[in-house]
């Protein structure tokens, strides 16, 4: 998802027997579906776990209004254009409420910051992938954001505290975005032929990546045991993946275009959709850096680091100085 | 609300929480009274140079669909909390007062609502 491959200590999860008093009385609070606030005991790895975590959704929030900005300047009309510039606009603030999530467990925002710059963390594959025509901003917002809604709605549930509450705030601001995107896609869909192709061509680009963004099938991993344990995660990658496409493949029919994957249809028997699984090797191809974009992507955030920092410093001297003023005129 | 006394993340170069780098703006937890009546509410936090920018920052990141009509910024340093440790000892007061509460009177139902 917007966090992908997250590790946990890997050793799997304890029994409520072999924890320590603190431990114990932690995972009973979890279990009871009460939360984890920041000045709570919590488990070294649970801290460590959603600073990855939460970071890495952070970031991805940064890093995902790259593609649409890109289209920004060149919107078809001037509506369009101010509905595209609120919803990058969204964007960034859902980095900044995660961030600050991410900074109630001891992390400060510019070492969440020099981690991303360095590429020592991670954002979502998806943001690694150009957009290359008007309709892509259609098929974003209906296939990237829908499926971050399939995630991040169960998370408003999650045990840490400042985690949910960001969720909340963040979800009641996607749905925004998810059908700015399906409108541009019925308006390109209903187009001229030229425009239907685009649509079309959009579907095929973003549907393989936008079933990666739920991550390889995780039914076997000790990690994802242990934060399903923490109610840090919420659901199997799979379980979701599942959602998106039973929730997606009627719309795309909605709008008269075909999902490239011939093998997806209805299956009476179990209510759910079949599909096949997207390409596995480019995903991890994309991770390791090798995507489309990668070095575009983090190029454009180091350059907006380093060209902002006159602007940081000399703030900061500003606020200096007035704050200095005030002292000597009391 | 933030700044856990803890260990800064172990594989970077953080400083400890709630020391800001030189560089870094400080944090402000921000809070904010919608339109209904109800008193401010803690929303979150950000980072800015001063109170004037850490509001106006706070519009864009906290009020960009009409959530209030005033916003207050208290820098994060400037806070003091209340510790987990001391739940037990700092409400046990309120606990042992159970006349505090009207259903400990037993009013006759004859009397009507009180
Ligand atoms: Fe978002
Ligand atoms: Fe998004
Ligand atoms: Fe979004």
Excluded at chain 1, 67 to 92: F, M, S, Y
Excluded at chain 1, 190 to 215: V, Y
Excluded at chain 1, 246 to 270: H, M, R, S, V
Excluded at chain 2, 73 to 101: Q, T, W
């Amino acid at each position: 998802m917007y966090a992908q491959m997250i590790k946990s200590t890997g050793q799997g999860v304890k029994s409520l027997d072999e924890m320590e008093p603190d431990e114990r009385a932690f995972q009973e609070r979890i279990n009871a579906g009460g939360k984890i606030e920041p000045k709570d005991w919590m488990p070294e790895g649970y801290r460590k776990n959603l600073i990855r975590q939460i970071g890495q959704h952070a970031h991805s929030e940064i890093v995902g209004q790259l593609p649409e900005g890109n289209w920004i300047t060149r919107a078809p009309t001037l509506e369009r254009k101010a509905i595209l510039l609120a919803k990058v606009q969204d964007e960034a603030g859902h980095g900044l409420y995660l961030y600050c999530a991410a900074e109630t467990l001891g992390v400060t925002r510019d070492d969440l910051t020099r981690d991303l710059l360095s590429g020592k963390m991670k954002y979502s594959s998806i943001f690694n992938y150009p957009t290359l025509t008007w309709a892509d901003m259609g098929a974003v917002g209906w296939l990237v954001d829908g499926a971050a809604i399939m995630n991040q709605v169960p998370l408003q549930r999650t045990s840490y505290g400042p985690y949910a509450r960001a969720m909340v705030r963040i979800c009641k601001e996607e749905s925004f975005h998810q059908r700015q995107g399906f409108d541009i896609m019925m308006k390109m869909a209903n187009g001229t032929e030229a425009q239907r192709k685009m649509a079309q061509d959009a579907l095929n680009r973003f549907w393989g990546p936008a079933l990666m963004m739920f991550g390889p099938s995780d039914a076997d991993s000790v990690h994802s045991a242990q934060s399903m344990a923490w109610k840090i995660k919420m659901n199997s990658n799979d379980e979701l993946r599942q959602k998106f496409v039973d929730q997606t493949a009627p719309q795309a029919e909605y709008l008269g275009l075909t999902i490239p994957d011939k093998t997806c249809k209805l299956n009476a028997e179990t209510g759910h959709y079949d599909f096949a699984q997207p390409d596995w090797d480019e995903f991890f191809d994309v991770l390791r850096g090798n995507g489309p974009c990668n070095t575009e992507r983090l190029e454009a955030r180091n350059k907006a680091w380093d060209d902002g920092r006159w602007v940081r410093e000399g703030l900061l001297a500003h606020a200096a100085k007035k704050r200095s003023a005030k002292l000597a005129a009391e | 609300m933030s700044s856990p006394e803890t260990s800064p993340y172990k594989d970077s170069e953080a400083s400890p929480h709630g020391e800001t780098r030189a560089t870094e703006w400080p944090l402000w937890e921000i809070f904010i009274r919608g339109q209904h009546g109800l008193s401010h509410r803690h929303v979150g936090s950000l980072h800015a140079p001063d109170a004037e920018m850490a509001i106006k920052n706070a519009r864009d990141v906290y009020t960009r669909r009409n959530e209030g009509v005033s916003i207050w910024a208290v820098e994060a340093s400037d806070i003091a909390a209340s510790s987990p440790e001391e739940k037990g000892a700092l409400y046990e007061p309120a606990n042992d007062k159970v006349y505090r509460h009207p259903t400990f009177f037993d009013i006759p139902d004859e009397v009507g609502a009180m």
